[in-house]
């Protein structure tokens, strides 16, 4: 487990040496008083571990941009990728003081030790495209959505694609939240796409996405809380917490309506990971028992089950 006995600990991502895992995560000092203003004292955080569970906490990764910068604000969730030269490319969400925080944007910073990273400029490598995307100036939702780039290999071998927290431009506002989509072939340089899931299907956004090849099959996790759902799936009595789709094809389409909780809101910001015996364990940070906590939990072991899909072997914690 991550505690951290100063600071509240949430969103997070992963990269693996082949040694070492690093875990890269949201960070924010408990003693601004209130956690709900952590997302506006923010850092990005950086901890070791040789099994997935003890955690050794390394000097923070990232900080906002002194300057003028696309991230001069925060610096929020991201992935990481290793390129075929052996660099190591993090992305990651970007605010500035300009917009006071409410529009979002992608950025990168490179590595080659996964310890020291160095930023590509102070201009975002990508924005969202009005084309199919919400944007601030006619936003239903109390930002512009286009954060948390999950960055994956074309299962074809045609460059890369990303998957990013969006918003649909159309449809009923409470229900926009859609799979953005964006392809480059060299990292550095990428193009936006159109939604890799409809809008209205229930979720006013989808959350710190991930998709993965698990045994074979094809699946998308995404997190999504209550007060984020809408009125319908509200007064159905669903919950928020970690959803699962088991999509057709890794580029989806990805059908949100199909999604199944994998977790009670108590969870969130899920991410599966293999550890060292090849098994596909869960990590999450531990959301609220009322109150805030803010730590990420030791790896529960998931499996795909032909029937139910993918599930966790043993409880989760609550």
Wanted: net charge negative; with cysteine; charged share 25%.
């Amino acid at each position: 487990m991550l505690r951290l006995d100063d600071h509240w600990v949430w969103d997070f991502w992963l990269a693996d040496d082949g040694e070492t895992y690093h875990l890269y995560f949201l960070k924010a000092p408990k003693a601004i008083g209130d956690p709900d203003q952590r997302h506006w004292n923010v850092s990005v955080g950086h901890a070791v571990s040789a099994d997935l569970s003890d955690w050794t906490v390394l000097p923070d990764a990232l900080a906002p941009s002194a300057g003028p910068a696309f991230d001069d604000y925060t610096t929020w969730t991201g992935s990481i990728v290793r390129a075929d030269d052996g660099t190591w490319h993090m992305f990651y969400t970007g605010t500035s003081h300009a917009e006071g925080g409410l529009k979002q944007r992608i950025g990168l910073a490179s590595s080659d030790d996964l310890h020291t990273w160095h930023k590509h400029g102070t201009a975002a490598i990508l924005e969202s495209d009005p084309r199919w995307y919400e944007q601030l100036q006619d936003a239903q939702w109390p930002d512009e959505a286009w954060r948390d780039p999950w960055v994956f290999r074309d299962p074809g071998g045609d460059g890369w694609h990303m998957l990013i927290t969006a918003r649909s431009r159309a449809g009923d506002p409470e229900q926009r939240g859609v799979i953005g989509h964006a392809r480059s072939l060299d990292l550095l340089t990428w193009e936006v796409q159109p939604p890799l899931s409809a809008p209205g299907t229930g979720f006013g956004h989808l959350e710190v996405a991930q998709v993965e090849i698990v045994d074979g099959s094809p699946v998308l996790l995404f997190s999504c809380l209550h007060g984020e759902l809408s009125e319908g799936r509200r007064r159905t009595g669903e919950r928020g917490g970690v959803w699962v789709v088991e999509p057709r094809d890794l580029l989806g389409p990805y059908d949100p309506e199909q999604a199944r909780r994998l977790t009670e809101e108590s969870l969130y910001s899920g991410r599966i990971i293999r550890d060292r015996a090849g098994a596909w364990v869960l990590l999450a940070f531990r959301h609220t028992d009322g109150d805030f906590i803010g730590e990420i939990i030791d790896p529960i072991p998931v499996r795909l089950d032909p029937a139910h899909g993918l599930r966790s072997t043993q409880p989760l914690p609550m």
